[in-house]
């Protein structure tokens, strides 16, 4: 999709990616076959990157992760250029520090499942992104856990819980991007 920024009166192309869920080794390569696509798409719609553009989604696809192919989103966006913006963001604005963006609307506490409470890795571990360009500059980056979210104690520990309607498994992200 392609945009018109008023401010700086320049059209930014805008990507939107679901990629196939699961963690299946099938699945890991699908995702990374469509990642090919992706770039070669990018490639069609902006030759030599004259747009200004962000890679946005569901990738289905963890931040912190190291296996062939189930990280083909990191490397081969990597080398098409593109960073992940969370990973050069100067603030981690997100309202329930360190939340998963593939929430699954549960958590673990002590080995028992606890519906509604705010899943949270100590490596901010993410599925979903917004991707820039490496010239891009990021002010910040939240998982946004709303609409409300309330802290309770459940066996001793200190967490968030969701309260009214969650609309999704997972959770959107956003960052604050100035480009190119």
């Known amino acids: 999709m392609k945009l018109w920024d008023r401010q700086s009166e320049r059209t930014v192309l805008v990507l939107n990616v679901h990629a196939q869920p699961f963690q299946t080794d099938a699945d890991a390569k699908l995702r990374s076959q469509a990642i090919d696509r992706l770039v070669a798409l990018i490639q069609r719609l902006n030759p030599g ?11 289905n696809a963890r931040s912190d992760e190291t296996r062939p192919v189930y990280n083909a989103h990191l490397v081969k966006l990597g080398q098409a250029g593109l960073v992940d913006s969370f990973a050069v963001a100067a ?55 709303g609409p409300n979210v309330v802290w309770k104690t459940v066996d001793g520990k200190k967490l968030p819980f969701w309260t009214g309607v969650i609309p999704s498994d997972h959770s959107p992200v956003v960052a604050k991007v100035t480009l190119p």
């Open 49 to 59: 990157g004259k747009l200004p553009y962000v890679v946005t989604g569901d990738f």
């Open 91 to 145: 603030e981690d604005a997100s309202d329930v520090p360190h939340a998963a963006s593939l929430n699954q609307m549960r958590c673990y506490v002590n080995g028992k499942r606890v519906a509604r409470c705010v899943k949270r890795f100590n490596s901010s571990r993410h599925y979903d992104y917004v991707w820039v360009p490496k010239s891009a500059t990021v002010s910040s980056w939240a998982t946004i856990s």
